[in-house]
Nanobody, 124 residues
Framework: QVQLVESGGGLVQAGGSLRLSCAAS????????MGWFRQAPGKEREFVAT????????FYADSVKGRFTISRDNAKNTVYLQMNSLKPEDTAVYYC?????????????????WGQGTQVTVAS
């Protein structure tokens, strides 16, 4: 069982930066692939970024590639999402998710555990 708690959201001007954190409970965090997703009002939850269990591989949605960076610190049971050059269209609730496995995963239904989400609002 894994519990996930996101933090770091807030209000930022377009072009600004935020770093989201997702703290995980449980001793087996290092064996989980992690992902970030987001959901804007009236829209479906969409994939943002994912990282393999050891952090060796990452994958990004085209809409955030080159602006967002996912990373993890297994010693701290934490995964991060550094978001730079933010745009108003990045406004959404951001969720982290976890699942067992050695690969990375981009579909919400592939994940077993979810956090409660943190709001990111980018003002134009």
């Amino acid at each position: 069982q894994v519990q996930l708690v996101e933090s770091g959201g807030g209000l930022v001007q377009a072009g600004g930066s935020l770093r989201l954190s997702c703290a995980a409970s449980g001793r087996t965090f290092s064996s989980y692939a992690m992902g970030w997703f987001r959901q804007a009002p009236g829209k479906e939850r969409e994939f943002v970024a994912t990282i393999t269990w050891r952090g060796g591989r990452t994958f990004y949605a085209d809409s955030v590639k080159g602006r967002f960076t996912i990373s993890r610190d297994n010693a701290k049971n934490t995964v991060y999402l550094q978001m730079n050059s933010l745009k108003p269209e990045d406004t959404a609730v951001y969720y982290c998710a976890a699942r067992g496995g050695t690969y990375y995963y981009t579909v919400p239904k592939d994940y077993n555990y979810w956090g409660q989400g943190t709001q990111v609002t980018v003002a134009s």
